[in-house]
């Protein structure tokens, strides 16, 4: 059997619709086409920040910087008399990430205080009160991909000021992630301390 075919006129249409968008993509998608990472722009340290809820990490050296208009908040039970409140940030395109946890006793109404960070999840911090978490997330090297960051050890300080809460941080690795014994990540994030 032979089949013959003629192109369709609305062939040529289809592709140009197709190609458009990817034309003022220039080297940068060319680049990830061809599986090599496109140039990543780091942080700069005298940068000023944006007004907003804003992030700040140091992790060997590098700084990592972000704001952001919106943060996401929720409270869970954690144990018996124990809410833990979870705190997220994020920059626009995801590539830096924020997240702190503290558990606080059931009725306190203020985030105020010292927190001894830890893995949520371990023995010691279940159901306990005045124990914290912080992750963080960096994926500013495309070669490397998402490097998580959480908590091991350290300590957690939560201040209010201007109406907002100031959480001040400095935490060592968990030994999955990061080895525990690697140099400390200290930071700061600050967000609206709401109603």
């Given at each position: 059997?032979?089949?013959?075919?003629?192109?369709?006129?609305?062939?040529?249409l289809?592709?140009?619709?197709?190609?458009?968008?990817?034309?003022?993509?220039?080297?940068?998608?060319?680049?990830?086409?061809?599986?090599?990472?496109a140039?990543v722009?780091?942080?700069l340290?005298?940068?000023?920040?944006?007004?907003?809820?804003?992030?700040?990490?140091?992790v060997?050296?590098?700084?990592f910087?972000?704001?952001?208009?919106?943060?996401?908040?929720?409270?869970?039970?954690?144990?018996e008399?124990v809410v833990a409140?979870?705190?997220?940030l994020a920059?626009?395109?995801?590539s830096?990430?924020a997240?702190v946890?503290?558990?606080?006793?059931?009725?306190?109404?203020s985030?105020?205080?010292?927190?001894?960070?830890?893995?949520?999840g371990?023995?010691?911090?279940?159901g306990?009160?005045?124990?914290?978490?912080?992750?963080?997330?960096?994926e500013?090297?495309a070669?490397r991909?998402?490097?998580?960051?959480?908590?091991?050890?350290g300590?957690?300080?939560?201040?209010?000021?201007?109406?907002d809460?100031?959480v001040?941080?400095?935490?060592?690795?968990?030994?999955?992630?990061r080895p525990?014994?690697?140099?400390?990540?200290?930071?700061?994030?600050?967000?609206?301390?709401?109603?």
């Amino acid at each position: 059997m032979r089949i013959q075919g003629q192109m369709s006129p609305r062939l040529p249409l289809l592709f140009a619709l197709l190609l458009s968008p990817l034309a003022g993509c220039g080297d940068a998608w060319v680049a990830q086409a061809a599986g090599t990472p496109a140039p990543v722009v780091a942080p700069l340290a005298d940068e000023a920040p944006a007004a907003g809820n804003q992030a700040r990490f140091v992790v060997d050296g590098h700084e990592f910087r972000f704001s952001t208009p919106g943060i996401r908040r929720s409270r869970a039970r954690a144990g018996e008399g124990v809410v833990a409140h979870s705190i997220e940030l994020a920059n626009d395109d995801n590539s830096l990430y924020a997240r702190v946890v503290l558990q606080v006793p059931a009725g306190q109404g203020s985030l105020d205080g010292d927190y001894r960070a830890m893995p949520l999840g371990a023995p010691g911090a279940v159901g306990q009160a005045g124990v914290g978490e912080v992750v963080l997330a960096e994926e500013t090297d495309a070669r490397r991909g998402r490097r998580m960051l959480p908590s091991g050890s350290g300590s957690i300080r939560v201040r209010r000021e201007d109406g907002d809460y100031v959480v001040a941080f400095e935490v060592r690795g968990d030994d999955l992630f990061r080895p525990a014994d690697a140099p400390a990540i200290t930071g700061e994030l600050r967000f609206s301390a709401g109603s």
